[in-house]
C-alpha cells in the first residue's frame, strides 16, 4: 500500500467522534411566554428533544461550533417540512428553544437566509421562503434533503445531474494527460481496493468522493469544476444516488480502473463510455457480489459555517 494510501486511512480513522461541548451560553434572560400568546406553536414545540443544540437531529454536526449546530438544526427542519413555507422565525424565540445566544441565532440565519432558506426583511421579520427560492445546488441543502422525506426525489435528481456533469468530464480528462493527477487517480483506486479488502467504508468513500472531484477539475472546464459539489455531495449523504459507488462491488471498482486506463491513453470516448457504466451500475442488482455487505453507508460530518 503506498504512503498516501497509509495516510488516507490512518486520518479517516481517526475522525471526529464527538459533539461539540455547549459551555456557558448567554441565555435569554426574560421568561418563556405562554404558547397560546403566539399563532402557530413552533416544531420544536411538539418534539421536545429538538429544543435544544446537539439534541437528537443535530447528532451530525460533530466538530462543529454553536452557530454550526443551530443551522443545521434548523436547516433540517425547514427542508423537512418541519418549519412550513413563510413560517416566521421569531429570534428571540428560538434562542430561547435552543438555549443559545442572540449573536448565535443571528449569525445562523444569516447562513440560512444565503442559501435561500430563509428571509429578513424590515417589518415583517424573518420568514421560512418557498422550496422554489432555496439553493438546491448548496452542499448542505443536499444533506438535509437525503435525511428527510424528500429522500427519494433527492436521490433521482443527483443521479440525473451526475449522468449529465460525469461523462461528459471524464471524456474532457482524457484531453488534459497531467502525470500529477494521474497519479492521484491511481493512487485512489488503490486506497478504495484495499478498503474494501478491509471493510472500511469511511476510507472509500472519502477516496471515492476524491476520484470524482479530481476527475471533474481536470476536464478543464471551470464552470464544471464549479459543479464538482454536487458530486461530492452525492457521494458521501446519506441515501446518496443508487449508482455503483453507493456500494462497492466489483464491477464499480473495476470501471474506476478503466477510467483511469483510459484517461492515461488519452482515450476521451472510452473514459466515457467507463464512467456511463459506472454510473449504470445498481447495488440492487447485484447485491450478490457486493464485497462490502456489511458496510453502513457513512455520513460525514457536516460543513463549518
Known sequence: MSTLAHTMMTAARSADSGLAGTGELDRYPYAEGPAGDRVGAPAWETEPELGRVGGRRAAG???????????????????????????????????????????????????????????????????????????????????????????????RELTELRWTIEPLAARLAAGHGREDVQQRLVDMVEIMNHSVAQGDALTFSRADAEFHSLLIHVAGNRMLEHLSGIVSSALQVSGGPVTGCDRPNEASLGHHARIVDALAAGDGPAAEAAMRQLLSVHPEAMHTEAVLPEMERVVPAPREH
Open 61 to 155: 454536526s460533530r466538530g462543529r461550533g454553536l452557530h454550526g449546530q443551530l443551522v443545521q438544526q434548523l436547516g433540517q427542519m425547514i427542508v423537512s417540512g418541519d418549519l412550513g413555507a413563510d413560517r416566521p422565525l421569531v429570534p428571540e424565540e428560538i434562542g430561547q428553544r435552543f438555549e443559545v445566544s442572540r449573536t448565535v441565532v443571528r449569525e445562523s440565519l444569516r447562513v440560512l437566509e444565503a442559501k435561500g432558506l430563509v428571509s429578513a426583511r424590515p417589518n415583517v421579520g424573518t420568514r421560512v421562503r418557498p422550496v422554489s427560492d432555496w439553493n438546491l445546488l448548496d452542499p448542505d441543502i443536499i444533506e438535509w434533503r437525503a435525511f428527510g422525506p424528500q429522500r427519494d426525489n433527492q436521490r
